[in-house]
């Protein structure tokens, strides 16, 4: 298999793949037939036939029963440097890697399974395989015994970061300690003043590690344009212990806030910073927070809200998962709409001054549409300077990249609202 053939295999491979992690195709459905998918894409029903067949490996999908799709997919990002390997190689080697709870990312490999693809016997040995990957140094596909891993992929050996150092960094919130992580800006120089951009993490259980940026969203970039971002850990993120996990339960947006302000101003206050141009952006639950902050404060001086949520009354009746809402808020949206109400952007908007762009995808379950769409009407009516812009066949994370271009200009409209704005 060429490089060029191997390239379109994996195309095809994200592209179906997607259908599944947005809804288009649930467990059981059967998988669109070869020619269906190969007119779709442009690309020939041998490609599509490869595509089918690493899936199948990755158990994705099965095509030993009529081909229908099967539960579990696996994060996109990982996905291009394992077939990398994979495909280019015309074999299989790892079985399946991807993020776990979203907070690290390694799967312990299943044995049978790798039996089942035929992997040689050292292959077998592995007990885990994980990417590697830190803010100066770009993803790689590592495996082997534990405590003994070898590098398995070098695909990305030719990068190096066009933004400057990252440290760790730790603050005082409400008497306890925080942590986040502070990217400096491009040829960072002492004597300028520089704008910054917070970054909250999804979740709302998950947290901001030290890692390569990504394809979709990647916010580390923002260095490179000259900003200081910062990714803080406030209550609610893993890494500190469960009690402090569980610091945000019945307290959606009020302790998880000031941990990230207080953040903002340990950085502002020790470095060159323009407090007069600092702004705020997230995606999932740090959409949220972005929709929860600028009914809060005025300190930002522009929002960018990727797949936000402004009303958790009507959001509990129009997403896909809704399970974990009652662990986080004690009970349903109609037993207690109290408490979901008090964390509910749209009811303090009032209180919003600051310009806000507004960015999801129209087939996103998670956190539907109309989420977005009410709180942009909201900023209009209230003539705040706001944007709306609404992606065609795109679900939470936007992962039809490769086929499309929502992801670019989703990008793009980022950075130009921001630079505009700060």
Same mark, same amino acid.
């Given at each position: 298999?060429?490089?060029?053939?191997?390239?379109?295999?994996?195309?095809?491979?994200?592209?179906?793949?997607?259908?599944?992690?947005?809804?288009?195709?649930?467990?059981?459905?059967?998988?669109?037939?070869?020619?269906?998918?190969?007119?779709?894409?442009?690309?020939?029903?041998?490609?599509?036939?490869?595509?089918?067949?690493?899936?199948?490996?990755?158990?994705?999908?099965?095509?030993?029963?009529?081909?229908?799709?099967?539960?579990?997919?696996?994060?996109?990002?990982?996905?291009?440097?394992?077939?990398?390997?994979?495909?280019?190689?015309?074999?299989?080697?790892?079985?399946?890697?991807?993020?776990?709870?979203?907070?690290?990312?390694?799967?312990?490999?299943?044995?049978?399974?790798?039996?089942?693809?035929?992997?040689?016997?050292?292959?077998?040995?592995?007990?885990?395989?994980?990417?590697?990957?830190?803010?100066?140094?770009?993803?790689?596909?590592?495996?082997?015994?534990?405590?003994?891993?070898?590098?398995?992929?070098?695909?990305?050996?030719?990068?190096?970061?066009?933004?400057?150092?990252?440290?760790?960094?730790?603050?005082?919130?409400?008497?306890?300690?925080?942590?986040?992580?502070?990217?400096?800006?491009?040829?960072?120089?002492?004597?300028?003043?520089?704008?910054?951009?917070?970054?909250?993490?999804?979740?709302?259980? #998950?947290?901001?590690?030290?890692?390569?940026?990504?394809?979709?969203?990647?916010?580390?970039?923002?260095?490179?344009?000259?900003?200081?971002?910062?990714?803080?850990?406030?209550?609610?993120?893993?890494?500190?212990?469960?009690?402090?996990?569980?610091?945000?339960?019945?307290?959606?947006?009020?302790?998880?806030?000031?941990?990230?302000?207080?953040?903002?101003?340990?950085?502002?206050?020790?470095?060159?910073?323009?407090?007069?141009?600092?702004?705020?952006?997230? %995606?999932?639950?740090?959409?949220?927070?972005?929709?929860?902050?600028?009914?809060?404060?005025?300190?930002?001086?522009?929002?960018?809200?990727?797949?936000?949520? #402004?009303?958790?009354?009507?959001?509990?009746?129009?997403?896909?998962?809704?399970?974990?809402?009652?662990?986080?808020?004690?009970?349903?949206?109609?037993?207690?709409?109290?408490?979901?109400?008090?964390?509910?952007?749209?009811?303090?908007?009032?209180?919003?001054?600051?310009?806000?762009?507004?960015?999801?995808?129209?087939?996103?379950?998670?956190?539907?549409?109309?989420?977005?769409?009410?709180?942009?009407?909201?900023?209009?009516?209230?003539?705040?300077?706001?944007?709306?812009?609404?992606?065609?066949?795109?679900?939470?994370?936007?992962?039809?990249?490769?086929?499309?271009?929502?992801?670019?200009?989703? %990008?793009?409209?980022?950075?130009?609202?921001?630079?505009?704005?700060?």
């Amino acid at each position: 298999m060429s490089i060029a053939e191997g390239g379109r295999v994996e195309v095809a491979i994200r592209a179906i793949n997607d259908r599944i992690r947005d809804g288009r195709l649930r467990v059981g459905d059967p998988i669109p037939s070869e020619a269906g998918i190969a007119d779709e894409l442009g690309v020939s029903r041998t490609v599509v036939r490869e595509a089918l067949r690493a899936l199948a490996a990755l158990g994705v999908v099965d095509l030993g029963n009529g081909r229908r799709a099967r539960v579990g997919t696996i994060d996109n990002d990982v996905l291009g440097l394992v077939l990398d390997h994979a495909v280019h190689t015309d074999q299989v080697s790892i079985q399946q890697i991807y993020d776990v709870r979203r907070t690290i990312e390694m799967r312990t490999v299943s044995l049978a399974a790798l039996r089942r693809l035929d992997v040689e016997a050292e292959t077998i040995a592995a007990h885990a395989a994980a990417m590697r990957k830190a803010f100066s140094t770009p993803p790689e596909v590592w495996a082997g015994a534990l405590g003994s891993w070898k590098q398995i992929t070098n695909r990305n050996s030719n990068q190096r970061p066009s933004w400057g150092e990252a440290k760790n960094i730790h603050w005082t919130s409400d008497g306890a300690r925080v942590q986040g992580w502070l990217v400096y800006p491009r040829d960072f120089d002492p004597n300028r003043r520089y704008p910054m951009v917070v970054v909250v993490h999804g979740g709302p259980a #998950s947290l901001s590690q030290p890692r390569w940026p990504g394809s979709f969203f990647g916010t580390t970039l923002l260095a490179s344009q000259g900003y200081f971002v910062l990714y803080p850990n406030p209550r609610g993120s893993y890494g500190q212990g469960e009690d402090f996990t569980r610091g945000n339960v019945k307290d959606f947006g009020y302790g998880d806030l000031r941990d990230i302000l207080a953040g903002v101003d340990e950085a502002v206050h020790t470095l060159p910073i323009d407090d007069n141009r600092v702004g705020i952006t997230g %995606w999932s639950y740090g959409g949220f927070m972005t929709m929860w902050a600028v009914t809060q404060t005025n300190r930002f001086g522009a929002a960018v809200a990727g797949a936000g949520l #402004s009303n958790y009354l009507s959001y509990y009746g129009e997403n896909k998962i809704d399970q974990w809402m009652i662990p986080y808020f004690g009970a349903t949206a109609y037993d207690d709409p109290v408490v979901y109400a008090k964390s509910s952007p749209i009811n303090f908007i009032k209180k919003a001054k600051t310009p806000t762009l507004v960015v999801v995808g129209d087939r996103d379950g998670e956190c539907p549409a109309p989420q977005s769409y009410e709180f942009w009407h909201a900023l209009k009516t209230l003539k705040v300077p706001t944007e709306f812009v609404i992606y065609p066949n795109e679900g939470h994370g936007f992962a039809r990249e490769l086929t499309t271009d929502s992801a670019k200009q989703a %990008w793009q409209r980022t950075t130009d609202f921001l630079k505009e704005n700060l």
